[in-house]
Structure formats: structure tokens, C-alpha cells
């Protein structure tokens, strides 16, 4: 068994940084992954996934999938393909097997924001990722604890990361408006957590910048 780390935590100091996280991640990724995104609303899931598929050299920006659950941006070369997708909006099993994940898995990386309690049985072998603001920043509504997980030892919680019972969860106006002028200062507290033998000798300690 390698001593490689299984869990990392990595600080990033703005966008910038996080989307370069996001790069040096794509570097460890290949065909058949399925990578977790936590964090919440404008915590930075979107910029992290950005700098992934910046670094995989797919076709289209990566961005927040509000519209469109999943998204596909196929190679430009010869790396997988990227599936994005955003589950904000599912609430149960059969929601996610609508979406038939399992038949691109094997030739593409799956990124999945908002899929904590959700997508885990798509694949044993697989990285959580908990993008936090220092302190706690500002947690999604509901979801008081969201801010906050990982900030005593990096562990993501066992909590969902989504908010609770949006008024219309099929209507994307229902998400809060949050202003983070004059509070968000751009640093963030990224913990990347490696399950399944995949994972084993891989050494996330590379992720730091």
C-alpha cells in the first residue's frame, strides 16, 4: 500500500489559484473518474471545475450547468471526454439513473457539483472534493453546517451539501441571491478526499501548489 495521502486539504488564495488547483487536478485524472463537488451556493465549485477542464483541453468553457443538468465537452485531443454535471436539482435515485451517467463513464472524467448523498454509487473509486471559505464564509441556506464542515480536521461532513426544499427546485431564480461584497475575499480551503483502490497510489500531495 503507498503512504501516499488519502486526504489533502490545499488553500488557495483567489480565483485564480483555485482554477489552477483545478489544473493540476486534470493531471491526475483519466478515463472512468468520478470526482465530487461540494460547497456552498458561490463557493467556488464552478471556477474549481473550470480550471479542470481548461487543463483536460475539452471543447466549450465549463460553467455553472444551471439550464442543463449535464453537460458533455467532448476532447480536443486524445484525452476523456468531460461530463459536468449539476444535481442541485435532483432529490432522488431515479433522478439520477434518468440521466444514464453510466453509459459515459468509462471513456470520460464525470464531475459532479452538488453530489454528495447522490451520485456515490455510480463508482467506489472516487475523490470528494469540499470547497469551503475560511471561518465559514456564508453557508447555503439550510444548510448551516455546509460553511463550516472540514474546518476542524478537513473531513468533509456527512451533512448534504444542498439547501433545503427550494420553493420551486425546477426554477434556478428560486436560489438565493447572495452578496458577498466586502465578505468574500476569494480564499478558499479545498479538501480533496481519495476513496477506492484508484486512488491508492496516487500522491495528492502533488496538488500543492
Given at each position: 500500500?503507498?503512504?501516499?495521502?488519502?486526504?489533502?486539504?490545499?488553500s488557495?488564495?483567489?480565483?485564480?489559484?483555485?482554477?489552477?488547483?483545478?489544473?493540476?487536478?486534470?493531471?491526475?485524472?483519466?478515463?472512468?473518474?468520478?470526482?465530487?463537488?461540494?460547497?456552498?451556493?458561490?463557493?467556488g465549485?464552478?471556477?474549481?471545475?473550470?480550471?479542470?477542464?481548461?487543463?483536460m483541453?475539452?471543447?466549450?468553457?465549463?460553467?455553472?450547468?444551471?439550464?442543463?443538468?449535464?453537460?458533455?465537452?467532448?476532447?480536443?485531443?486524445?484525452?476523456?471526454?468531460?461530463?459536468?454535471?449539476?444535481?442541485?436539482?435532483?432529490?432522488?435515485?431515479?433522478?439520477?439513473?434518468?440521466?444514464?451517467?453510466?453509459?459515459?463513464?468509462?471513456?470520460?472524467?464525470?464531475?459532479?457539483?452538488?453530489?454528495?448523498?447522490?451520485?456515490?454509487?455510480?463508482?467506489?473509486?472516487?475523490?470528494?472534493?469540499?470547497?469551503?471559505?475560511?471561518?465559514?464564509?456564508?453557508?447555503a441556506?439550510?444548510?448551516?453546517?455546509?460553511?463550516?464542515?472540514?474546518?476542524?480536521?478537513?473531513?468533509?461532513?456527512?451533512?448534504?451539501?444542498?439547501?433545503?426544499?427550494?420553493?420551486?427546485?425546477?426554477?434556478?431564480?428560486?436560489?438565493p441571491?447572495?452578496?458577498?461584497?466586502?465578505?468574500?475575499?476569494?480564499?478558499?480551503?479545498?479538501?480533496?478526499?481519495?476513496?477506492?483502490?484508484?486512488?491508492?497510489?496516487?500522491?495528492?500531495?502533488a496538488?500543492?501548489?
Amino acid at each position: 500500500m503507498s503512504d501516499s495521502p488519502r486526504q489533502i486539504v490545499v488553500s488557495t488564495a483567489d480565483a485564480e489559484a483555485t482554477r489552477a488547483l483545478g489544473a493540476r487536478l486534470a493531471s491526475l485524472l483519466r478515463a472512468g473518474d468520478l470526482v465530487l463537488l461540494t460547497g456552498g451556493l458561490g463557493a467556488g465549485k464552478t471556477t474549481l471545475a473550470q480550471g479542470i477542464g481548461a487543463a483536460m483541453d475539452v471543447r466549450g468553457r465549463v460553467s455553472s450547468p444551471t439550464f442543463i443538468i449535464a453537460r458533455a465537452h467532448p476532447a480536443l485531443g486524445d484525452g476523456p471526454d468531460l461530463i459536468h454535471v449539476d444535481a442541485y436539482r435532483l432529490s432522488s435515485l431515479e433522478e439520477v439513473d434518468a440521466l444514464d451517467l453510466d453509459s459515459s463513464m468509462e471513456r470520460s472524467v464525470t464531475l459532479v457539483e452538488w453530489g454528495r448523498n447522490k451520485v456515490e454509487g455510480l463508482a467506489e473509486d472516487r475523490l470528494e472534493i469540499s470547497v469551503d471559505r475560511p471561518h465559514g464564509g456564508l453557508p447555503a441556506p439550510g444548510d448551516a453546517a455546509d460553511g463550516a464542515h472540514g474546518a476542524a480536521d478537513g473531513a468533509p461532513s456527512s451533512a448534504p451539501d444542498h439547501p433545503a426544499s427550494p420553493a420551486d427546485p425546477a426554477d434556478p431564480a428560486a436560489r438565493p441571491v447572495l452578496d458577498l461584497d466586502g465578505v468574500d475575499d476569494g480564499r478558499r480551503a479545498i479538501t480533496i478526499q481519495a476513496h477506492g483502490r484508484r486512488w491508492a497510489g496516487v500522491d495528492l500531495g502533488a496538488l500543492v501548489g
